[in-house]
């Protein structure tokens, strides 16, 4: 399916989402801003855009693989969702795990977004449920391997 998803920007330095390769799941998110992350700690990272997502979808901030791997920064509330209604700026909650300063610079790539469909759901109340070959195993209850 493939879907319109209008991109406003709040600020002279924002860019437009783009996918590096063709077929990619997700569009990078670039930071309007400078700042350093020290270790352990979060920023909220402007990004200067505002979406306007179509009625039944989703976006989901994902961290970056190549940050995470070089310099343990991820995405702290990942993913991060943002509803079809929402319309304020986009922002990205970072965290750095390393033990090194991190600074975000301007026009850097920080996450990626990606838009997804989302299921409309009835939740019903209920006494009973059927079995099912799982049951209430639950955190670890498939084994170790």
């Given at each position: ?55 039944g ?69 209920a ?9 209430e ?9």
């Open positions: 399916m493939e879907y319109n998803v209008k991109v406003k920007y709040t600020h002279p330095d924002a860019r437009l989402p783009y996918q590096a390769n063709k077929g990619d799941a997700g569009f990078d998110l670039f930071s309007i801003e400078e700042t350093t992350i020290k270790p352990g700690e979060t920023a909220l990272i402007s990004t200067g855009i505002m979406l306007e997502l179509p009625n979808t989703e976006a989901q901030v994902r961290p970056r693989s190549g940050l995470a791997i070089k310099h343990s920064v991820t995405v702290l509330n990942s993913p991060g969702t943002i509803d079809e209604g929402y319309r304020g700026e986009v922002k990205v909650i970072l965290i750095n795990h390393g033990k090194q300063d991190f600074k975000v610079e301007k026009h850097m790539r920080i996450a990626q977004m990606v838009v997804a469909s989302v299921a409309n759901v009835n939740l019903v109340q006494y009973e449920l059927t079995n099912s070959e799982r049951g195993g639950g955190f670890g209850s498939s084994g170790t391997d």
